[in-house]
């Protein structure tokens, strides 16, 4: 029912809005609609099914812009909810990893737009990006800098495995108003033609669908390179670098080093739901009846190790890498580990994504640990069969912000445990 209603919601008001494609955060309406405190991967899969993605980033931007994201108090109508809150994203601790990541981007952000600003051609822009670029270097960044100086080390967390909960001190010195806000979102539309507004594709026109769907159905990986044009990738890396939409960190003890960011909660931008539609439309045989479910990208430390073995509840995943080639100190790694087996149909999220130890010893060691193994290298994505295992590979990238490792990931329809064919839904 609450599919429906907010499905209904967004078809009011794109019509009144005579279908424009971007509603930037800023600029989220205000009506009196009573807005969920969070969309779900069946209100997702509900508009990309209608192909409604106007629909979908209206609800997207109006749902996170009454959130507690949002630094303008006075129109938070919803706590943070308890989900955001479990999953890492809460606003009551911290990890030093998240901390450095978080003080690595206000200091591009101070410096980048300050270097905008000096080439914006309309007045009120430039003065929002040096306003904005002052904020950034001026007030942000040193309540971080203070912030690293005083955290304990990390043996000192094994209590928490790693994270840091705030004192009061901490937010008396402003951190409640900066930490864990959306203060500053690129928004980017789709990529259109200047003369003739007409969409431009996102999508590199000379890839091989014929053969990436027949190795997909023969194999369940396939490796494609040079997903996207190169103003798509531009464009998408820039999202990545400038959005302070990463909010998620965990016990690095226990899950290692990066930070994420999801749909539900700020990684909306229009020229992502492009992509993912682009994709669907693109691979029409692998993709059938498998709409999009969830996307959420990832930046991670070179200092800590990567994401842990795991299956994802979806039938396609596609993982996409942004992060230049130069960055990364081993060419031969720094990529995904994708294995053969899947989940048996008889268990369940928690047993095959919390016990490893069983996952190793019931369901890989049987298979000789047999896995595809795949570099890292910009602009290729991984099409698997999301219900394989898969762990991120070792890595080891330059420091510095922009050399950080960046995963896109798109997930698409219901989870095929072992003994489920993917072509029964082909």
Known sequence: MRRLQVYLMAIIL????????????????????????????????????????????????????RGERNPDEKVIKHKLPNQLIAR??????????KLLHDLEQTEYLAKHLAEKSRTDMEEAVKKNN??????????????????????????????????????????AAGLDSIYNKALHQTNFDELRDQSTGELIP??????????????????????I?????????ERIRQLMLESTVFFQTKMPLKFGGYVGAYIDDGLHDRILLQLAFELYEKLPTIMKGHFLKYLWAYKYDSEYTGINLHADQAAVNVNLWLTPDEANLDPNSGGLVV???????????????????????????????????????????V???????????????????????????????????QGVSQSSEL
């Open 88 to 97: 890492g994203g809460g606003s009551t601790y911290t990890t030093q990893y």
């Open 14 to 65: 794109v019509n009144s809005l005579q279908h424009s494609a971007v509603v930037v955060y800023s600029q989220a309406e205000e009506t009196d609609i009573d807005f969920p405190p969070l969309i779900d991967s069946d209100d997702i899969s509900y508009f990309f099914e209608d192909g409604d993605l106007d629909g979908l980033h209206w609800a997207l931007t109006n749902i996170f812009y």
């Open 225 to 233: 390179d040079n997903v996207l044009t190169p103003k798509a990738l």
């Open 130 to 171: 040096e306003e904005k670029a002052k904020f950034f270097g001026t007030t942000i960044a040193p309540i971080y800098h203070a912030l690293l100086e005083k955290l304990p080390p990390l043996h000192e967390l094994e209590r928490t495995g790693g994270l840091y909960p705030f004192e009061v001190a901490d937010y």
């Open 383 to 417: 099409l698997f069969d999301s219900a394989l295992f898969h762990q991120t590979d070792e890595y080891s990238f330059k420091k510095g912000y922009e050399n950080r490792r960046i995963n896109l990931t798109f997930l698409y329809g219901e989870m095929q445990k």
């Open 339 to 381: 294995f053969t087996a899947k989940p048996p149909a008889d268990w369940d999220f928690a047993r095959f994504n919390t016990d490893t130890e069983e996952v190793h010893d019931l369901l890989l060691k049987p298979t000789n640990y047999d896995n595809v193994t795949v570099p890292h290298r910009q602009n290729r994505a």
């Open 202 to 223: 996102l999508l590199n026109p000379d890839l091989d669908v014929a053969s990436i769907e027949a190795s997909f159905r023969s194999e369940g990986v396939v490796v």
